[in-house]
């Protein structure tokens, strides 16, 4: 992974400093609130419905197991023992003391870490498919790219104060895991180049990205990112709020209209000053190399024995690992769902765990994922049941991967001062009415995300199934939209019958699953298409109970 | 009646206001809150917005049943009077709302 260089410890710990003594103002009271506020934004740490979050980047979802026992240390130390894993694979901590957060900054540091793109109107985190660099389906390694794009656009001076946020992913293989369509900028990474879609996002008003370029080479990235953002920061909306993101600006344009004005723009820029030099990404992809992979020779039928002689083991097997680029390696996924649990969350134990596992059994290598989970990239097959052991004893063995009760939530109103409704019991409610592992995997894959408000942090809008949150008169009520899909197929979910009470949402979903179990045509057709060529309305009325 | 709610500004906890002068008046606990007269409330209000060195995003929650201090109006304020509400079912704290055992 990528190792910091001079320039990268230097502006860190310059960072460090000045917010050091910016809180160090703050509380003598040198500076207002209203001052300080901008300030530790840019920093990660809000102000909460409870206390100060401290919102961590995780560049492109990239972990090394000394990072993670970095934020066991943080959730033991300065917070309640817990983290949260969040959809823009990044970790947040939820009870933060004001005072306490230089320190946790400067241990940061010294593991190359830091809180700075994770708030603020600024280019966000880049996020990436979290099997890059391991994944069989993949065509190029999307890292070196995203690490490219975190170099340019760190403290980019003509894009840090953008009418919002920015937040671009990227992917490198056929299938998307990346959700590239529901970003401001969406690259795909073909054997031509980049294939570059524009105004996609959630939210309020939710849009797909269009694609306004193929084939642009990787040498020439940074300039065409950079006169993308360029008419984007000249003509994004600043005087409202709701209208300021790319999507607006792109569809208010008509996306051809926004490629032409690109295309002019970008003639204009002296690219030679703007894209790395070809050394420069050479340099960059070096820090990628594949693991040393172990030469294990691994044994078929033993593993084959260990999946008979536990169910648990098989279940995982199927459901928690991905084929990878070597026959005799897989990459697992460590499901933070487990039944009844709010999603995304890990103990302090379980980090150091999972930094056991990845120094015992994946090269010392975490990914996060934006589905809420973690990741070890490379595992050597021979390793597997061990593993698995290993994980399980920790509470980490949930094999239920894509399935119903793999649900991303935000926050929501336990949390976030901007939500008007709860996810996490939500989530919890909907997995305890799905605990049964026989009935999960027989529905197969389908994936519900569940937002607390009109922001989507939750994702509803790209769910299979979809769970908004509502205010209705001081109550919470769930919007629920059927047919949304975040993959290479990346469609839309609409809301479909009426909002239900949080208490009516798992029974509702449960009809809903029994009809799709009846109208399937086999085991073999997912829940999303079933819906797509039924239609979402052949399901509305499983949503409300029979009069 | 109303009650005045901030975090503090050190450590970002939720409290509130229940009698006083300094920060030592105010109380981690909303069932020890003062209840305050649309007045009073408004007085207190601003004059804990200009002391920053203590508290910050200082606002008036109002109660809507004055004897009981239970039917809020927004679900918000329960959830941020009793904290996260991780490890209740959602149909337990309905419930509980649907009662109003906010303290």
């Not at chain 1, 370029?213 to 953002?229: Q, R, T």
């Not at chain 1, 120094?359 to 061990?386: C, M, T, W």
Request: charged share 25%; aromatic share 8%.
């Amino acid at each position: 992974m990528y190792q910091y260089d001079q320039f990268d410890h230097a502006m860190v710990a310059a960072r460090n400093a000045e917010f050091k003594d910016q809180v160090a103002r703050r509380l003598s009271g040198e500076l207002s609130e209203d001052q300080f506020k901008p300030l530790r934004l840019m920093n990660g740490l809000y102000l909460q419905l409870h206390a100060y979050m401290l919102r961590i980047a995780v560049p492109y979802g990239v972990l090394s197991s000394r990072q993670m026992r970095t934020f066991a240390h943080i959730a033991r130390t300065y917070d309640r023992d817990f983290g949260h894993f969040t959809t823009r694979q990044n970790i947040q901590f939820n009870w933060i003391k004001l005072a306490d957060t230089p320190q946790i900054l400067e241990e940061l540091a010294a593991v190359e870490m830091h809180a700075i793109q994770t708030s603020g109107n600024c280019i966000r985190n880049t996020t990436t498919d979290q099997f890059a660099g391991a994944a069989k389906d993949e065509l190029d390694d999307p890292r070196p790219w995203a690490e490219l794009i975190r170099q340019w656009s760190t403290f980019h001076p003509e894009f840090t104060f953008l009418p919002r946020k920015f937040k671009i992913a990227i992917t490198g293989a056929t299938r998307d895991r990346a959700a590239i369509r529901v970003h401001d900028i969406g690259l795909q990474l073909t054997a031509n180049g980049f294939d570059v879609y524009v105004g996609g996002g959630m939210g309020r008003t939710p849009h797909l990205g269009h694609l306004i370029k193929s084939g642009v080479p990787g040498e020439k990235l940074l300039s065409y990112l950079e006169a993308a953002l360029r008419v984007y920061n000249r003509y994004g909306r600043r005087d409202n709020i709701y209208k300021a993101r790319i999507k607006i600006l792109v569809s208010a344009l008509g996306p051809q209209e926004y490629a032409r004005q690109v295309e002019e723009e970008w003639a204009t820029l002296d690219q030679a000053q703007i894209d790395a030099p070809h050394a420069e990404i050479a340099r960059i992809k070096s820090f990628f190399p594949q693991p040393n992979y172990a030469d294990k020779a691994f044994d078929a039928a033993a593993i084959e024995r260990a999946k008979a002689a536990d169910p648990g083991f098989a279940r995982w097997m199927r459901n928690n690992t991905l084929a990878h680029r070597r026959d005799d390696h897989v990459s697992v996924t460590i499901s933070l769902k487990p039944t009844g649990m709010p999603p995304g969350d890990a103990s302090s134990a379980q980090m150091d765990a999972m930094a056991d596992a990845a120094d015992a059994f994946g090269y010392g290598e975490l990914r996060v994922s934006h589905e809420q989970n973690v990741i070890l990239p490379h595992v050597a097959k021979a390793d597997l049941y061990e593993l698995y052991r290993q994980l399980d004893q920790n509470g980490l063995s949930s094999a239920n991967v894509g399935k119903i009760t793999d649900m991303i939530a935000c926050p929501g109103l336990d949390y976030c001062s901007l939500a008007n409704a709860r996810a996490i019991p939500l989530a919890q409610d909907i997995s305890n009415r799905f605990a049964d592992e026989g009935l999960t995997d027989k529905i197969g894959d389908l994936q519900i995300k569940i937002s607390g408000c009109i922001n989507a942090c939750g994702h509803h809008h790209v769910g299979h199934i979809g769970i908004l949150g509502v205010d209705k008169q001081g109550e919470e009520f769930y919007q629920i939209l059927l047919g949304g899909r975040a993959d290479e197929k990346a469609a839309l979910g609409v809301i479909t019958g009426k909002g239900l009470s949080a208490e009516a949402v798992p029974a509702a979903l449960e009809r809903l699953v029994n009809l799709y179990l009846e109208l399937r045509t086999d085991e073999t057709e997912r829940f999303i298409d079933t819906v797509g060529r039924l239609g979402r309305e052949a399901f509305a009325g499983a949503l409300h109970e029979p009069a | 009646m109303k009650l005045l709610t901030a975090n503090r500004l050190t450590d970002g906890l939720v409290l509130w206001y229940a009698g006083g002068s300094d920060l030592s008046g105010w109380t981690e606990d909303a069932a020890n809150a003062t209840r305050l007269e649309d007045e009073a409330a408004a007085a207190l209000l601003e004059e804990w917005k200009a002391r920053e060195t203590e508290v910050v995003g200082v606002y008036v929650v109002p109660l809507v049943d004055e004897n009981t201090l239970v039917k809020r109006e927004y679900v918000r304020e329960h959830v941020r009077a009793n904290g996260p509400t991780i490890g209740q079912t959602a149909l337990d704290t309905a419930r509980q709302h649907q009662r109003g055992e906010v303290f």
